[in-house]
Every structure is written in structure tokens, then in C-alpha cells.
């Protein structure tokens, strides 16, 4: 074939895609992943009929063979089998769908379908398309693969003209319901760009078939369209949601105002919760009451998480919500009590009682009663994190408070008047106890004994009453920050208790008639423990998020980190990222800025210089640009060392010295788009030190270099280079060179030369 075909073997070269010219000597050109991609999709653009001729559409021409005409049916296969390859595997061939959606733009080859009453796809005569099929489907199905490739499903679409939308909506249903019946086997199972144009339908976000939260994932997951793809469902209409690809960053950004969405009287405070709101804000608050829409975040795992399982999840969106919306007095104290029922494990033996008598005459008796009682009490921490079955977690605890409770009573009952007559009788009680605490790591605890009273007693002892107490442990879990150390930690709490009671009586014949001894102990947990979760400064009215943005390297999309802008703590940072979903530039004489919003609506901004990118622009500093960047000196009096007389000046010396402080490049000649600033200098003959510093028209700095040798010029990277940044910047300069000059000969050989010395930021060159 010609060149521009297949495999050739020439030595002409051929201008690729962003690679300049390359040799078609040893390529499989009609194999390459770019160039015939592009070549090729150009070629059947600029000549219409030409996609009609490969495939032998009715009314085209169909490629032939001219040398061997034997041959004609494999040239036809073999081109339909290139334009099913770069259809079909639309993802890949990128150039070539793009390609198809400009010859198809107004209709050609795929014309109009219609959906009967019935809902049943009726293919029109100008589609084309239909009437020639390859590999067991017609080519309206592999050009639909190509067109869905681009289909972004947000009513703003990119690529694709409205006529092309209306013919892939089309097909969405019978694809639906195909892959309904047979799942990897369907179409859509087989080929990705129909799976995904059957997941952005209506009848998917409509939960169609029950397959409503597999396609609500995919799209989530695929970073693109899921707040149009929610407003797809009959019951969500929220028109600003069209604009958020990532639900999660709504949930992340949103910093629980309502807006005025909610009545009045269950904000914190009402003004602040009407001022400060954002439509970010109302997005988030909007998606949370919406029955269908929240049904599709809560199963979600990253937009649950982003959402908040409970209102205890300190992590999550509802957290924030509610803190802003419960008028509550814990609030005050910077913390939250959260009751924890029934998630103890506790192994114990509790309630015990014992008795022991004896009644008799004329004999010696004995009474003994022993209680003891005992708990094992293990808390996982992985139960006061939320959970579905346990909602009122919270996964930032600081303490937790377990409480211990004991009872006990003991006592001895004589039936008569102590013995008399030489008969002897003794009596005795006591209560015990005994406690262990073992911790995971990263836990601290500094507990009060449990304070039981031991009793002992000679001779008759009256009943003493039932003897509560409660004790309380505190536990400081907030070195466990991480949720996987919340997962693996526990506390566990050893602890028994003792009472025990004995009477006996002496031998003779006026003893008394019986006696009974009593004992009762029983000890174990508070069925609520206590667990405080801190309220972050960052979560209360009246703080904020500062961005900082972060292009990419073409300026095509960024990212911006938000951070608290009153983060007190300091074991952890208070922050989270946004992704715009647009960025815009306009470009006069070849200076470019690129501009974008981020999520509470602020303005981002970088200016590139392509026209000087390798045309560095000099500034010669002067008195009128700068402050301070040139200081001279000389000097030709001799100094003496100690010791040394006017007749002898072995080892005189003559020095002078030169000094910058607070020298600076004025404000507004550092122009936007600047990447790198190259600084020159003049230090004779030792430089001491010289310090230069970028920075922003705040004072912050953006940049810097610290030099010690006079080698005359320094590169400095800036750190920040953001438009925000270089506004107003400046550069700073501090330092000091000296000059010595000694003189070790004689003093008939005259004195030391006379010093000169200079210090001086000579020019700037600013790199962009």
C-alpha cells in the first residue's frame, strides 16, 4: 500500500503526534497507538464518504481490489476490521472517537432513532449504520461504543452535539435491560464505554431493575458526573449539582451551616449559621434530607464515610451538622459525652450471699460465712467507633470513664445475751478487695484505689448495713489517632471483692441458744460508660478554610488543599482537598492565566509567560528599583596587631568591611508567571554571608538562598508560585564582605596595600 497505510519499508518520515518527525522504516504504522489513530480518524473526516466506502454501506462504493480482484473480500474485511478495532476500543483509540463524533456531529451515518409507546427502540432509515454488521453486531452498536466513550452525561457535554446525545439515549434501555439478563455476557458487560453510557442513564439513577447503587458506585468511583447522575432520579432536583463530579468533596468541604434550610431556633447560633453558609453547604444539607439520595450516599463506602454514619462520626459531614445545629451546654466545654450501653465484656460472679449457723444447748458451736465475688471487664475499642449497629460512636475519643460498683453486707446475730460463767465467745467479720488494670499501648490511666473498708471485731458484732460504692477509672485514649490503633486497642479492668463473717460460741451450760453469721458481696460494671470526644476548634462557628492551590504541569486541572485556619491541635492537621471541575485561561500576547474556583467559590489564578520562557527577563538594579543592593568602602589605614610600634609594622594590616541590611528589589517588578529568579552579585574579596529572600506582598516566603562564596550568582526555585503569591512580591537581601590586606615583610618594604571592599546585587534575571 502507500505510505501513510501499514508496514511500509521507507526511509520517508512522517510528523507524529507530539513527538516531531519519525521514519516509517520498521514501524507497524496502522498498529500505533497515536499516529494512525489520528491519521486515520483526520483522513475519514476531511473525506465523508470514505468511512461509507471502507464499510460498504448502501449507496457507497465499496474498496476494491484493482491489482488482483480475486482479493476485493479481504480488503473489506480487513477495513472493517480496522474501524470495528479503533470503535470498539474507544478508550484506547481516543483520537479516532473523537474523529467519529466530528463526522457524525450533525447526523451522518447514524441518523435519527425514535423510542415507540412502548419504549422500544426504532432504528431510522438514515441510520445507516445498521445494515452492515461485523463480528456478530451491527456497525451502529461499535460506533455507539465510540460516541459513548465521549458521553459525559451532565447535560454540558464536550464533544457530542445534542443530536448525537438524543441517538445514544436511544439505545440505553434495551442495553439496560440486555445487561440486567446477562450481565458480563451483555454488551454493555463486554465493552466499557456502553457500560458506562448504561450507568449515566435515568433508568440506572431511577434504580431500574435494582442496579441503581452498582452503576450510583461506578460512577462515584469513576471521579466524573455523579451530581448530575443523582439529579437524573425523578425525586432529586437540585440544579448546582450538575457541576460536582466528587460527592465526597461536597460532604469534606461543607462545614455543616444550613443556609437558613432549617428552622431558625435549632442553630447554635442563628446568624452565623445564615452568614457563613455556602452553597456547598446547602448541597450537602440538600443531599442529606433527600430520602433517595441519601439512600444511594449511605451505601456508598466513600461517601458514607465523607457523609458521616452518625452524627457522632467526628469525621464526617453530619458531625459538623449537628454541632452547629444542637444548643447544647457540652459544647461549652469542648467536648461531647457520648453514653456507651452494653459493650462491655464482663465474665463475673456477682450477687453472692452466704449464711452459716448453729444452734444448741450445753455445747460448743461455730457460725462461718465467706462471700466472694469477681469481674473481668474488657472494652474493645473498636465498639465506640460507629457502626451501623452502633451509630453513636465516635471515632476521635479522648477519655472514656468506666465505672465499678460494690456491694457488701456482713454481721453476726446471737440469739441470747453473751455467755456468763466462764464460757467463752468470739466474733469477727472483715471485707477485701484486690484490682488489676492492663492497657494497650498509647493508653494512660491514673486511677483511685477502690477504697473498701476492712472491718475486725472481738465479741459481739452488730449487723452492718448494705455497703455501696462506686468507683470511676478515666482512660486517655487521645494519643490513638489512627483508626487502625482504635481497632486494635482495649482496656481491661481485673477486681474482686470479699466479706466474711465467723461467730463462736464457748462450751457451758448457759450458752447461748445459737448464732448466725452473714456475708454478701457482688461487684461489676456500670452497665454506661462515658465517652468524651473533644470538639475541634475547626468544627466551631466562625473558623475557616484557607486553600492552596496546585496545578498540574499543562495547567489542565489542580488541586486544592484547605486548611483550618485556626488548627490548634497539634498531633493532627485539620484539612482536606477540592478538585475544580473546570479551569479556564485566556492568553494575550503570549502571556496565558489559567483561572479556576474553589469549592466555596474564591477565585485561583497562575499566569504563565510562554512568549520569554526561554528569554529570561533582566532587571539592572538601581536607586530607583531598589533599596539598599549597593555597598563600597576602601580604606588605607594600617592597623596594628597589639604589641606592634610605628617603627615596626611586621604584620600590619589594612581592613574594611561592607554591610547590606534590609536591602530589597522594590515591590512590583517581580512580574506573575515567574518560576525560578536567578540573583547576581558582587562580593570583594571575602564574603561573610548573604541571605536573599523571596517573598509574597504578605511577607511570606515564597523562596531563598543563603551563599558564603563569592562565585557571583544563585538560582532560586520558588516555592509558590501562584498568582495569589507573586502579587506585590519582593526580594530581600542581607550581608556583609570584607577585605584584609597584611603586610609580613619589613617595614622597609612599606606599608599594606589600601583595602577595597564591595558588596552589591548587580541584576535579576526572572525565569517563567
Not at 156 to 183: P, R
Not at 736 to 751: C, I, L, R, S, V
Amino acid at each position: 500500500m502507500d505510505k501513510g497505510g501499514f508496514y511500509v519499508d521507507s526511509t520517508t518520515d512522517y510528523q507524529s503526534l507530539g513527538d516531531g518527525p519519525k521514519s516509517f522504516v520498521g514501524i507497524d504504522f496502522g498498529k500505533d497507538d497515536k499516529d494512525f489513530d489520528a491519521y486515520f480518524g483526520n483522513t475519514i473526516t476531511e473525506n465523508p464518504e470514505f468511512l461509507g466506502e471502507l464499510l460498504g454501506l448502501p449507496g457507497y462504493k465499496a474498496i476494491e481490489a484493482r491489482v488482483n480482484p480475486q482479493e476485493t473480500a479481504d480488503i473489506q474485511n480487513l477495513m472493517k476490521n480496522i474501524v470495528y478495532t479503533k470503535m470498539n476500543q474507544s478508550f484506547k483509540y481516543q483520537y479516532f472517537a473523537k474523529a467519529m463524533a466530528k463526522l457524525t456531529e450533525h447526523g451522518l451515518y447514524i441518523g435519527t432513532n425514535t423510542l415507540n409507546q412502548s419504549n422500544e427502540l426504532i432504528k431510522g432509515q438514515d441510520n445507516l449504520l445498521k445494515d452492515v454488521s461485523y463480528n456478530g453486531q451491527t456497525f451502529d452498536i461499535w460506533m455507539l461504543c465510540s460516541l459513548a466513550s465521549l458521553y459525559e452525561g451532565d447535560g454540558n457535554e464536550t464533544w457530542l452535539s445534542e443530536k448525537q446525545v438524543a441517538w445514544l439515549k436511544t439505545y440505553q434501555l434495551i442495553l439496560y435491560n440486555d445487561y440486567a439478563d446477562n450481565g458480563a455476557g451483555s454488551i454493555a458487560g463486554r465493552y466499557p464505554a456502553i457500560y458506562d453510557l448504561v450507568a449515566r442513564s435515568s433508568y440506572a439513577a431511577n434504580n431500574y431493575r435494582s442496579l441503581g447503587q452498582e452503576f450510583f458506585d461506578y460512577v462515584v468511583k469513576s471521579g466524573t458526573g455523579a451530581g448530575a447522575w443523582l439529579n437524573l432520579n425523578d425525586s432529586i432536583n437540585i440544579p448546582e449539582l450538575n457541576s460536582y463530579n466528587n460527592l465526597v468533596e461536597i460532604f469534606k468541604a461543607s462545614q455543616g451551616f444550613c443556609c437558613g434550610l432549617e428552622p431558625a431556633d435549632t442553630c447554635t447560633s442563628t446568624d452565623n449559621c445564615k452568614s457563613h453558609g455556602t452553597t456547598i453547604d446547602r448541597l450537602a444539607l440538600e443531599l442529606f434530607k433527600n430520602p433517595s439520595a441519601n439512600n444511594y450516599i449511605k451505601n456508598n463506602p466513600s461517601t458514607a464515610k465523607a457523609m458521616g454514619i452518625s452524627p457522632y462520626d467526628n469525621n464526617g459531614w453530619w458531625y459538623r451538622y449537628k454541632l452547629k445545629h444542637t444548643k447544647s451546654a457540652s459544647l461549652n466545654s469542648n467536648s461531647i459525652i457520648i453514653p456507651m450501653n452494653d459493650i462491655l465484656t464482663n465474665k463475673s460472679q456477682g450477687n453472692v450471699v452466704a449464711k452459716s449457723w448453729n444452734s444448741g444447748y450445753h455445747g460448743q458451736g461455730t457460725g462461718i460465712a465467706v462471700a466472694n465475688s469477681t469481674t473481668n471487664i474488657t472494652l474493645y475499642l473498636k465498639d465506640i467507633l460507629p457502626s451501623d449497629e452502633k451509630p453513636t460512636g465516635t471515632t476521635r475519643p479522648s477519655k472514656i470513664l468506666i465505672g465499678l460498683y460494690v456491694k457488701g453486707e456482713f454481721g453476726i446475730t446471737l440469739t441470747k445475751d453473751p455467755a456468763n460463767g466462764g464460757n467463752v465467745n468470739s466474733h469477727s467479720a472483715t471485707r477485701k478487695k484486690a484490682l488489676s488494670i492492663n492497657c494497650s499501648p498509647g493508653i494512660n490511666y491514673n486511677t483511685k484505689p477502690i477504697k473498701y473498708k476492712s472491718y475486725y471485731a472481738d465479741g459481739g458484732v452488730k449487723p452492718k448495713p448494705t455497703h455501696d460504692k462506686t468507683v470511676f477509672f478515666e482512660f486517655d485514649v487521645s494519643k490513638l489517632h489512627e483508626l487502625e490503633q482504635l481497632m486494635d486497642a482495649h482496656i481491661q479492668i481485673k477486681a474482686s471483692a470479699a466479706a466474711s463473717a465467723d461467730s463462736t460460741n464457748g462450751e457451758g451450760f448457759n450458752t447461748p441458744d445459737g448464732a448466725t453469721s452473714y456475708a454478701t458481696a457482688n461487684i461489676g460494671p456500670l452497665p454506661t460508660i462515658m465517652v468524651y470526644s473533644p470538639v475541634d476548634d475547626c468544627d466551631i462557628n466562625q473558623h475557616y478554610y484557607s486553600g492552596k492551590i496546585k496545578w498540574d504541569d499543562n495547567h489542565s486541572s489542580a488541586i486544592i488543599t484547605y486548611s483550618c485556619s485556626k488548627d490548634s491541635t497539634k498531633d493532627r492537621s485539620h484539612s482536606f482537598t477540592f478538585t475544580p471541575n473546570d479551569v479556564f485561561h485566556t492568553t494575550t500576547d503570549g502571556v496565558t492565566k489559567y483561572y479556576t474556583y474553589g469549592c466555596y467559590g474564591e477565585p485561583y489564578s497562575e499566569t504563565v509567560n510562554k512568549k520569554k520562557k526561554l528569554e529570561p527577563t533582566p532587571i539592572i538594579l538601581d536607586d530607583t528599583n531598589s533599596h539598599k543592593h549597593y555597598v563600597a568602602d576602601k580604606s588605607s589605614n594600617v592597623i596594628y596587631p597589639s604589641g606592634s610600634g610605628t617603627t615596626d609594622i611586621r604584620y600590619g594590616y589594612t581592613n574594611c568591611n561592607a554591610i547590606i541590611h534590609n536591602g530589597s528589589l522594590n515591590k512590583g517588578y517581580i512580574p506573575l508567571g515567574v518560576k525560578k529568579i536567578e540573583v547576581f552579585y558582587t562580593a570583594t574579596e571575602t564574603l561573610e554571608e548573604l541571605n536573599i529572600l523571596v517573598k509574597s506582598g504578605t511577607g511570606k516566603t515564597i523562596g531563598q538562598a543563603y551563599v558564603t562564596n563569592n562565585m557571583g550568582h544563585v538560582m532560586i526555585e520558588l516555592f509558590d508560585t501562584s498568582d495569589e503569591a507573586l502579587a506585590n512580591s519582593y526580594i530581600s537581601f542581607d550581608g556583609a564582605a570584607y577585605t584584609t590586606h597584611e603586610k609580613n615583610d619589613f617595614w622597609w618594604n612599606g606599608p599594606p596595600e589600601t583595602a577595597y571592599v564591595r558588596l552589591s546585587i548587580d541584576k535579576i534575571l526572572l525565569y517563567y
